[in-house]
């Protein structure tokens, strides 16, 4: 519970403290992977994992990589919000075959969080130019890129399912946004996956008041991250289509 603490939070985030722990967490999770996982994917992970700084954990790398592997089979997009420097979007490039992935992103950094946030984040946090995600991208066909606020930066994006799409937004109304904007729109089996549910007081909060009276249940991970599994026959944007169901994929 000691990474829940405020002070913790404060003094950790978006800086040199933050990523050396990340790293030193994730060299051991990386270890654990190694002796049981291919050697294929470690080698993904470890290879995107020195290119770019990265937030999520090897172990949560591993989930988005796998969870977007098994829901490439489901028909609708993959999608992204909060892209970061673009180490995650990488993972799902790999695996996503030609779906098309949206990227949305401020790449200006977080907004002005509110008050059902902790007051942990500053506004401009976790800044990375969309020129700098796209160059990092750019070998991968069919992704395009959605700047702005979400989901006011979806306004151009035609209406469709979704197959997987993965949030990183840190706070309370960017996460409600995002469940608000795909739970209708996602194809049966597909799943929504987000990171700090288990560390963030908004985004849990979020989950909670969005899901109170949804039919699906919450899922938490044993990383930081969390996911919904949407059920067939939820009313949805667009005509659903008859789905597979999904693997339920994380490290053992």
């Not at 996503?96 to 506004?123: I, N, W, Y």
Request: some cysteine.
């Amino acid at each position: 519970m000691w990474l829940r603490n405020k002070i913790v939070q404060r003094m950790g985030g978006g800086g040199f403290m933050e990523q050396v722990g990340l790293d030193a967490w994730s060299m051991v999770q990386m270890a654990s992977l190694a002796s049981r996982k291919p050697g294929g994917e470690v080698k993904l992970l470890r290879k995107v994992r020195r290119e770019r700084k990265c937030l999520n954990s090897a172990w949560e790398c591993y989930n988005v990589m796998t969870l977007a592997r098994a829901m490439s089979r489901l028909p609708g997009s993959f999608a992204e919000v909060g892209c970061y420097q673009g180490t995650t979007a990488k993972l799902m490039c790999e695996v996503k075959g030609d779906k098309p992935l949206m990227l949305f992103d401020t790449f200006e950094g977080l907004p002005q969080d509110c008050d059902k946030d902790a007051r942990v984040h500053s506004v401009g946090q976790y800044a990375c130019s969309m020129e700098k995600v796209s160059g990092y991208l750019a070998e991968y066909d069919n992704v395009t890129y959605h700047k702005g606020l979400f989901p006011d930066s979806a306004a151009d994006v035609p209406e469709q399912q979704y197959a997987f799409a993965h949030f990183d937004v840190d706070l309370y109304e960017g996460t409600l946004g995002c469940l608000e904007y795909f739970y209708p729109r996602m194809t049966p089996g597909g799943v929504m996956l987000s990171h700090d549910y288990g560390m963030l007081k908004g985004v849990e909060q979020a989950f909670h008041d969005f899901m109170a009276d949804k039919p699906e249940p919450i899922i938490p991970q044993a990383t930081t991250q969390v996911m919904i599994i949407k059920q067939a026959g939820v009313a949805a944007a667009v005509e659903p289509t008859q789905a597979l169901a999904p693997a339920m994929l994380a490290p053992r």
